[in-house]
């Protein structure tokens, strides 16, 4: 026979369980919702493909790793990442608009402590001529220094998306565009 004590007893258990399955429901839809392009490391990967796009040297070479920053110097023209990004966009494609976060992997061989200290990070990049537009996908190696900041280690892309060498650039030495 149930009591009136034992009801109470179920009520409130159910009534827990409710709360918690919903807060990890509430969890996992933030975790899910949350853009990725905030991750430090992703940001900075735009913040480079962006600034390089539109010409702000200054602010692009600062997201170089020192390597990156003599292949530009040794390899671009005038020493300019951006002189570099444009010579690989064809005139047809217009000028740059925009660059947005993709995806991104962490590279396995750098996890330290659970935490990954380089990832292989994937753009799109729009640029637009009259009212046609392409997009543009890039690839970044992002890597951490020692100070904790991302830094960009290696790029290759800038290619129509449509494009089959556009696919898995992180893995592939002959992707279009590889730096360095």
């Known amino acids: 026979m149930v009591t009136t004590q034992t009801m109470k007893q179920r009520k409130i258990l159910i009534g827990g369980l409710v ?14 919702l949350t853009p990725q392009q905030t991750d430090p490391a992703f940001a900075a ?24 920053q003599a292949f530009v110097r040794d390899n671009c023209p005038e020493g300019r990442v951006s002189l570099c990004v444009e010579s690989y966009i064809p005139d047809e494609w217009g000028a740059f608009q925009s660059v947005v976060f993709r ?3 962490p590279v396995i061989d750098s996890m ?14 729009t640029y637009a001529e009259g009212k046609g537009f392409s997009g543009v996908c890039i690839y ?41």
Do not use: H, K
């Open 112 to 125: 330290r402590d659970g935490q990954a200290s380089a990832y292989d990070v994937e753009l799109i990049a």
């Open 103 to 105: 995806r991104a992997a």
């Open 45 to 68: 990967a735009v913040a480079f493909a962006d600034a390089a796009g539109r010409g702000d040297d200054e602010t692009a070479v600062a997201l170089l790793d020192e390597d990156m």
């Open 19 to 32: 709360i918690a399955v919903s807060a990890i429901v509430l969890i996992l839809l933030t975790a899910a």
């Open 140 to 180: 970044q190696r992002m890597e951490q220094n020692e100070a904790g900041e991302w830094r960009v280690a290696g790029y290759a892309g800038f290619v129509s998306c449509g494009d089959p060498e556009s696919r898995n650039m992180a893995n592939n030495p002959d992707a279009p565009n590889r730096a360095p």
